[in-house]
């Protein structure tokens, strides 16, 4: 089964620090062959073909992977290290009550179809992500927008109604669209080292090298995503020489045929992926923080991870991974222990338990998480009726309608745990301090006192069992050592292609 995370972005804060251009750096990469042919076409293997190629329409994790940094840039990027970095802008200034931004734009910038960048196409791009029709999962991010103005070709001008210490790190989302480029679904007209070839939807997805590109060029002749349906067929790809690199090795049980192979590299990076037990947190019994205690004690989570990924991947005990400033080691809030779980369950006045629907997505591995869960629970007196969904109707029905119990749901990208501040999110946690943390976080002056309040956020949802997060992902990259260069921490789902070289 082809799998389709779902990419729900948090807010966060990261400084605009060196300049870059975009085939220069970006991250951790591997280590480079002895030679490298600049003409090269590096051929990638994926599990992640998008729904469309415009990522504020819903194209998934999938048009990230493609097209974030090798075809669309943004202002600023955000490296495979977590790091802010100026593109497209050479940098900003910020009025002193930190409400006024201003922006000044790279000279010699064209779109792919020879139109010349502008402050109009920053303008639109910023309005698009915002747009009441727009499906960004960066949307609600950003803080209210009172005026943007273009007062010259190379300046923009943004003045938002409250201060926000993460304005600059999520415009590093924001993919800047030739203004006069009308739909993007099925064609694009971007700045990056490379533009779309061609597109064989469940097949294929060929990149070129941009002849006109502004800044270094890319480090090989092109690249080609091959998407698969299932993990067994992407491996057999790469043993086979059809791919050279795998974005996101998904499946534990390949990895001695390729760890034991000196033809082949494989590499342990830092993902930011987080599976999680999501409750609706507004219906009862979730809504009972006991409840929620309870079934976060019932689950083995230690077990689930090593049934699923042997010695890979990493517990949490939060939504916060090891990468994130705020990060406090929380695995110790609500340990595995039947018998406290019953305990609670009684606490709460349901001594013989209760049964539940739990919507699952229909990809790997989250029905056999599912049927985990249920075993799990089992033990407790709690029964867990499975209601395995795809992804359109997950987004439908959990994320859009709100209308569950509980779900299961991967959430990729880093420093999301601002969601919790938003009771209007799907899960519905509603606890007013932290609301006002996030608020004040993301107002505050410093980087210190921003983090200080996020840990304090972090602890509370922890102890308040917002969730159950089960796991962090590992984030294992695959490849031939005939490649170098590729990222290895594919934070955010980005796989920047520009750096690849290939001998």
Same mark, same amino acid.
């Given at each position: 089964?082809?799998?389709?995370?779902?990419?729900?972005?948090?807010?966060?804060?990261?400084?605009?620090?060196?300049?870059?251009?975009?085939?220069?750096?970006?991250?951790?990469?591997?280590?480079?062959?002895?030679?490298?042919?600049?003409?090269?076409?590096?051929?990638?293997?994926?599990?992640?073909?998008?729904?469309?190629?415009?990522?504020?329409?819903?194209?998934?994790?999938?048009?990230?992977?493609?097209?974030?940094?090798?075809?669309?840039?943004?202002?600023?990027?955000?490296? &495979?290290?977590?790091? *802010?970095?100026?593109? !497209? %802008? #050479?940098?900003?200034?910020?009025?002193?009550?930190? $409400?006024? /931004?201003?922006?000044?734009?790279?000279?010699?910038?064209?779109?792919?179809?020879?139109?010349?960048?502008?402050?109009?196409?920053?303008?639109?791009?910023?309005?698009?992500?915002?747009?009441?029709?727009?499906?960004?999962?960066?949307?609600?991010?950003?803080?209210?927008?009172?005026?943007?103005?273009?007062? &010259?070709?190379?300046? *923009?001008?943004?003045? !938002? %109604? #409250?201060?926000?210490?993460?304005?600059?790190?999520? $415009?590093? /989302?924001?993919?800047?669209?030739?203004?006069?480029?009308?739909?993007?679904?099925?064609?694009?007209?971007?700045?990056?080292?490379?533009?779309?070839?061609?597109?064989?939807?469940?097949?294929?997805?060929?990149?070129?090298?941009?002849?006109?590109?502004?800044?270094?060029?890319?480090?090989?002749?092109?690249?080609?995503?091959?998407?698969?349906?299932?993990?067994? %067929?992407?491996?057999?790809?790469?043993?086979?020489?059809?791919?050279?690199?795998?974005?996101?090795?998904?499946?534990?049980?390949?990895?001695?045929?390729?760890?034991?192979?000196?033809?082949?590299?494989?590499?342990?990076?830092?993902?930011?992926?987080?599976?999680?037990?999501?409750?609706?947190?507004?219906?009862?019994?979730?809504?009972?923080?006991?409840?929620?205690?309870?079934?976060?004690?019932?689950?083995?989570?230690?077990?689930?991870?090593?049934?699923?990924?042997?010695?890979?991947?990493?517990?949490?005990?939060?939504?916060?991974?090891?990468?994130?400033?705020?990060?406090?080691?929380?695995?110790?809030?609500?340990?595995?222990?039947?018998?406290?779980?019953?305990?609670?369950?009684?606490?709460?006045?349901?001594?013989?338990?209760?049964?539940?629907?739990?919507?699952?997505?229909?990809?790997?591995?989250?029905?056999?998480?599912?049927?985990?869960?249920?075993?799990?629970?089992?033990?407790?007196?709690?029964?867990?009726?499975?209601?395995?969904?795809?992804?359109?109707?997950?987004?439908?029905?959990?994320?859009?309608?709100?209308?569950?119990?509980?779900?299961?749901?991967?959430?990729?990208?880093?420093?999301?745990?601002?969601?919790?501040?938003?009771?209007?999110?799907?899960?519905?946690?509603?606890?007013?301090?932290?609301?006002?943390?996030?608020?004040?976080?993301?107002?505050?002056?410093?980087?210190?006192?921003?983090?200080?309040?996020?840990?304090?956020?972090?602890?509370?949802?922890?102890?308040?069992?917002?969730?159950?997060?089960?796991?962090?992902?590992?984030?294992?990259?695959?490849?031939?050592?005939?490649?170098?260069?590729?990222?290895?921490?594919?934070?955010?789902?980005?796989?920047?292609?520009?750096?690849?070289?290939?001998?």
């Amino acid at each position: 089964m082809k799998k389709q995370r779902i990419a729900l972005l948090g807010a966060a804060l990261a400084t605009a620090v060196a300049l870059a251009a975009c085939g220069s750096g970006g991250g951790s990469t591997a280590g480079a062959p002895a030679a490298a042919d600049a003409n090269a076409v590096v051929q990638v293997g994926s599990l992640y073909e998008p729904q469309n190629l415009d990522n504020t329409g819903g194209g998934g994790q999938g048009v990230t992977e493609a097209f974030n940094g090798n075809v669309y840039e943004g202002l600023y990027r955000l490296t &495979d290290d977590g790091k *802010v970095e100026p593109l !497209l %802008a #050479t940098g900003n200034t910020v009025s002193a009550d930190g $409400l006024t /931004y201003t922006f000044t734009l790279r000279d010699g910038v064209t779109f792919h179809s020879g139109k010349a960048l502008t402050s109009e196409d920053v303008k639109y791009s910023i309005e698009k992500v915002l747009a009441p029709d727009s499906k960004s999962a960066r949307k609600s991010s950003f803080p209210e927008i009172k005026q943007i103005t273009t007062p &010259d070709p190379k300046t *923009v001008t943004v003045t !938002l %109604a #409250t201060r926000s210490i993460s304005f600059v790190y999520n $415009l590093s /989302y924001v993919w800047i669209v030739n203004d006069q480029a009308g739909s993007i679904a099925a064609k694009e007209d971007g700045t990056g080292p490379y533009q779309l070839d061609t597109w064989k939807r469940g097949s294929t997805l060929t990149l070129k090298k941009f002849a006109d590109y502004w800044g270094t060029p890319a480090t090989n002749g092109g690249v080609v995503f091959h998407y698969f349906t299932d993990g067994s %067929a992407l491996d057999n790809a790469l043993l086979t020489n059809a791919v050279d690199v795998v974005t996101s090795e998904q499946n534990p049980d390949a990895l001695p045929q390729f760890a034991d192979n000196p033809a082949y590299k494989v590499n342990d990076g830092k993902s930011t992926t987080k599976l999680l037990l999501a409750f609706n947190d507004r219906v009862a019994p979730f809504n009972n923080t006991q409840v929620r205690k309870a079934i976060s004690s019932a689950i083995d989570n230690k077990k689930l991870l090593q049934s699923i990924w042997g010695d890979h991947g990493t517990l949490i005990g939060s939504m916060v991974p090891p990468t994130d400033p705020w990060y406090t080691d929380l695995t110790g809030v609500n340990p595995h222990n039947v018998d406290t779980a019953k305990s609670l369950l009684a606490q709460a006045g349901y001594p013989k338990g209760f049964s539940f629907t739990l919507d699952t997505p229909n990809y790997d591995p989250h029905p056999t998480v599912a049927t985990f869960v249920k075993s799990e629970l089992a033990k407790v007196g709690i029964t867990v009726n499975i209601n395995v969904i795809t992804s359109d109707q997950w987004y439908t029905k959990v994320y859009q309608n709100k209308d569950f119990q509980a779900t299961l749901q991967e959430h990729v990208n880093d420093r999301d745990v601002v969601w919790y501040g938003d009771p209007d999110f799907y899960w519905g946690y509603d606890n007013p301090q932290v609301t006002d943390w996030v608020k004040q976080a993301e107002q505050a002056p410093t980087e210190a006192q921003q983090t200080e309040l996020l840990k304090k956020v972090n602890q509370q949802i922890a102890q308040d069992a917002a969730s159950d997060w089960l796991y962090l992902y590992p984030q294992i990259v695959v490849a031939s050592t005939k490649v170098s260069g590729y990222p290895v921490n594919g934070l955010n789902s980005q796989f920047f292609a520009y750096g690849i070289k290939k001998g």
